[in-house]
Nanobody, 122 residues
Framework: QLLPVESGGGLVQPGGSLRLSCAAS????????IGWFRQAPGKKREGVSC????????DYADSVKGRFTISKDNAKNTVYLQMNSLKPEDTAVYYC???????????????WGQGTQVTVSS
């Protein structure tokens, strides 16, 4: 079974930074796309960023462009989401998902992690 495992969430002040990790278990990143999604209380789960397994192409939601960076380390079989200049509206549970196509559309992903909480507050 393809199992992504998130880590790195926490409490940070506005303007601060966090780095989330998505460790791949049971599969290698070369053959799958990874997407980062988030869900705030009372809101729909939305795509934040994604990275292609084959060529490393990336995409970002407009709300995070210029602040978040997605990357992967094939040797560690891990995808990272570096989040800078965090805002209170970034507060959400962040999920890592595995699929065949790098897209911000949640229905394209078949396997999901348990999520990690990110809280941006002073």
């Amino acid at each position: 079974q393809l199992l992504p495992v998130e880590s790195g969430g926490g409490l940070v002040q506005p303007g601060g930074s966090l780095r989330l990790s998505c460790a791949a278990s049971g599969f290698t990143l070369d053959y799958y796309a990874i997407g980062w999604f988030r869900q705030a209380p009372g809101k729909k789960r939305e795509g934040v960023s994604c990275i292609s397994g084959s060529d490393g192409n990336t995409d970002y939601a407009d709300s995070v462009k210029g602040r978040f960076t997605i990357s992967k380390d094939n040797a560690k079989n891990t995808v990272y989401l570096q989040m800078n200049s965090l805002k209170p509206e970034d507060t959400a549970v962040y999920y890592c998902a595995v699929g065949r196509l790098a897209t911000l559309v949640r229905e394209a992903y078949d396997y999901w992690g348990q999520g990690t909480q990110v809280t941006v507050s002073s």
